[in-house]
C-alpha cells in the first residue's frame, strides 16, 4: 500500500474516535451512581445500554472511516472545516464544561440557542449585517430553546424520574 494515497486527516480521526468509542464502551467511570432495582430492570430500560450503543456505534463508524481513508486517496486541493461545524464543537465542548456548575437548564438553552441561531442564519440565508434578521433570528432561538428545554426537563425529571445536573 502506498503510504502517500491514505487520507490522513481522516485516518487520523478515525483513529481518535475509535479510541473515544473504546473508551465510551469499555471505560469504567463513563457510567458512575446507581439506579434503584437496576438488576430488575430489563435491558434496554437502563441508561447504560444506550451509553454503550453509542458507543458501539461510534466505534463501528471509526473503522469505517479508517478504511475509507486507506481506500480513497486524498484530493490534491485543502477542504475547508466549515464554520458551523467548529462552533458546534466548540459549543458541545463548554455545554460540558458548564453543565455542572449552572446546571441541565441553564447549559442546554444556551446549546440549543446557539445551534438554532446558526442553522437559522444558514437554512434563511440571513445576511450578518441584516440587523432586523438576526434579531428575528435571535429571538426564536431563544423562545425555541426555552420551550425545548423546558419540556425535555419536565418528561426526563417528573415523568421518567431521572436527576439531571
Known amino acids: 500500500?502506498?503510504?502517500?494515497?491514505?487520507?490522513?486527516?481522516?485516518?487520523?480521526s478515525g483513529i481518535i474516535l475509535a479510541c473515544c468509542g473504546l473508551y465510551i464502551t469499555f471505560g469504567k467511570n463513563v457510567i458512575s451512581g446507581k439506579t434503584f432495582g437496576v438488576d430488575s430492570m430489563p435491558l434496554v430500560a437502563r441508561a447504560s445500554f444506550y451509553i454503550r450503543t453509542l458507543g458501539i456505534a461510534l466505534l463501528v463508524l471509526s473503522v469505517v472511516l479508517i478504511v475509507r481513508s486507506?481506500?480513497?486517496?486524498?484530493?490534491?486541493?485543502?477542504?475547508?472545516?466549515?464554520?458551523?461545524?467548529?462552533?458546534?464543537?466548540?459549543?458541545?465542548?463548554?455545554?460540558?464544561?458548564?453543565?455542572?456548575?449552572?446546571?441541565?437548564f441553564a447549559a442546554a438553552t444556551m446549546l440549543i440557542t446557539i445551534w438554532t441561531f446558526m442553522f437559522r442564519l444558514k437554512e434563511y440565508h440571513i445576511d450578518r449585517k441584516d440587523k432586523k434578521g438576526l434579531l428575528r433570528s435571535g429571538i426564536i432561538s431563544i423562545v425555541f430553546a426555552l420551550i425545548s428545554v423546558?419540556?425535555?426537563?419536565?418528561?426526563?425529571?417528573?415523568?421518567?424520574?431521572?436527576?439531571?445536573p
Open 1 to 12: 500500500m502506498d503510504i502517500s494515497k491514505v487520507d490522513r486527516k481522516d485516518f487520523v
Open 70 to 104: 486507506l481506500r480513497h486517496p486524498s484530493t490534491a486541493e485543502k477542504k475547508t472545516i466549515p464554520l458551523v461545524a467548529v462552533i458546534g464543537a466548540i459549543t458541545l465542548i463548554c455545554f460540558n464544561l458548564v453543565l455542572n456548575i449552572v446546571g441541565f
Open 150 to 164: 423546558a419540556v425535555l426537563q419536565t418528561a426526563f425529571t417528573h415523568l421518567l424520574g431521572v436527576r439531571l
